[in-house]
């Protein structure tokens, strides 16, 4: 049990503590509202205000990682989506490109075979036209010479030929020199 | 000049005669009794964080200017540290007061390492405008003063009595007071109850005690530190004109220092010591259930 003698000792050592650091309702309470006043301001215009501002900043930041995910998401699908064009662009070239040179090469023979048609369309006029020169030439070539026969022989035989010996002797002559 | 420090010379200590309590400004029993030097300084704290505050909270951007972005820094950092101790859901509630009680508390340390602060005021003259010591000091930092920092604790206190029972209800608090754990039944069920009512009491009885504890702890550090930056500013008082000047500024410089780390240590410690009461009280209990369950 606690005696009233403890208490009373309990209570003086209490006095004591008491005087000896100047404990005082009234400066305790002054304190305190000192306190309070503090905290009611830091928390409505410094706490509050600055959280919010925080995580304002937070916010923006999230939301601008995540636009730039975005941003980055969609240059790669833009990457990607080029790269198809390109690469139909490519095959559409090449086929382009590879039906051009067909086309070139068929033009090209088709050209090539005109060409070829109208050299032996020239080469056989050619043809022709020295044949029928020839012949021409040949004519001319035997007539003459069978006049130069007529007058050889008329003068070695010192008869003049009529005209059926002329033409018999043509007709030798030009038998003989188409032999 | 010379100091003795000879072995035969009886030991008498040094200690500079700071009071252990603050001195009011006015008549002791008059209407302005409470206001004493301790009161004056906390107003002067208080209005430095109002204009600082002010300061930094004014016109404020995303793109922060300085007085924001050091505000900001500080307070991002003790939220992440309270969070970080009582959980994300309690640190919305809890912040304000833990928050205001770091601010507050490091200026009020900080304060009392200004010149003048416990040695400007009323003593003995020795000439114009100059006394041998200042017995009654104009100014003393609130963490010097066992009102204020009782004042504080009791603050703290209730704070964690209301978001304890807030958050876990009075039955809730009882229960995890009282409890027992473990989940045992039969004969042992009732011996370890029995335990957990007497582990309860201890409890209850060490709840009660934190803000002595705190207010205590607080008090103690500043108060200490007050003394010896007073005893080694005084430590050469006895050696001339010149010697007193210079000894007054060397040797409690490095004490300087130490107080200056003394005091963000103590706000540090009286900040997490309130969190870590408020994360005790706050958690729910889930262990006897999760055991059930295995």
């Known amino acids: ?179 | 000049m010379s100091i003795s420090f000879a072995p035969e010379a009886s030991f008498s200590p040094l200690l500079a005669n700071v009071h252990s309590y603050a001195s009011e400004l006015f008549e002791k029993d008059s209407v302005l009794g409470f206001f004493t030097n301790s009161v004056l300084v906390a107003l002067v704290v208080l209005s430095l964080v109002l204009w600082f505050s002010r300061k930094a909270t004014k016109n404020m951007t995303l793109v922060p200017h300085k007085a924001q972005n050091f505000f900001e820094f500080i307070i991002e950092f003790l939220y992440g540290q309270v969070e970080g101790i009582v959980g994300a859901k309690q640190a919305k509630l809890a912040f304000p007061l833990l928050g205001t009680l770091f601010i507050y508390i490091l200026v009020s340390n900080w304060f009392g390492l200004l010149p003048g602060v416990g040695t400007i005021g009323w003593g003995e003259s020795t000439g114009f405008l100059s006394i041998k010591a200042a017995h009654d000091p104009l100014l003393r930092p609130p963490t010097a003063d066992l009102n204020a920092t009782i004042g504080l604790s009791v603050s703290a206190f209730i704070v964690w009595l209301f978001l304890t029972i807030k958050e876990v209800g009075v039955w809730g608090f009882l229960l995890h007071t009282f409890g027992p754990k473990g989940g045992l039944k039969g004969v042992m069920g009732i011996a370890v109850a029995l335990v957990f009512l007497f582990v309860g009491v201890i409890e209850v009885v060490s709840i009660i005690i934190r803000p002595v504890t705190l207010s205590i702890r607080l008090f103690g550090n500043i108060f200490a530190g007050e003394n010896v930056l007073h005893t080694m500013s005084d430590l050469m008082a006895g050696t001339g004109p010149v010697g007193s000047f210079l000894g007054s500024i060397a040797l409690p410089l490095p004490f300087y220092f130490m107080e200056l780390l003394v005091g963000l240590l103590q706000a540090i410690v009286f900040t997490l010591l309130c969190s870590v009461y408020i994360q005790l009280s706050t958690t729910h209990d889930d262990h006897g259930h999760e055991e059930g369950h295995h």
């Open chain 1, 1 to 179: 049990m606690i005696s009233a003698t403890t208490l009373i000792i309990a209570a003086g050592k209490v006095d004591a503590i008491v005087e000896k650091f100047g404990l005082a309702w009234g400066k305790f309470i002054a304190q305190v509202i000192i306190f309070w006043v503090v905290f009611t301001i830091l928390k409505k215009y410094a706490f509050g205000p600055i959280l919010a501002m925080l995580e304002q900043r937070r916010q923006r930041i999230a939301d601008g990682e995540a636009k730039l995910e975005k941003i980055s998401r969609d240059a790669t699908e833009a990457a990607k989506t080029s790269q198809a064009i390109i690469d139909k662009a490519e095959a559409d070239a090449a086929r382009l490109v590879k039906e051009a040179d067909d086309a070139a090469k068929a033009l090209q023979e088709r050209r090539q075979q005109d060409a070829v048609a109208s050299a032996n369309t020239i080469i056989a006029k050619a043809r022709e036209a020295a044949e029928l020169e020839k012949q021409q030439l040949m004519s001319q070539l035997k007539s003459e010479f069978g006049r130069m026969v007529s007058d050889a022989t008329s003068r070695v035989t010192g008869k003049v030929l009529n005209a059926d010996d002329q033409t018999r002797i043509n007709q030798e002559t030009a038998t003989q020199v188409s032999a």
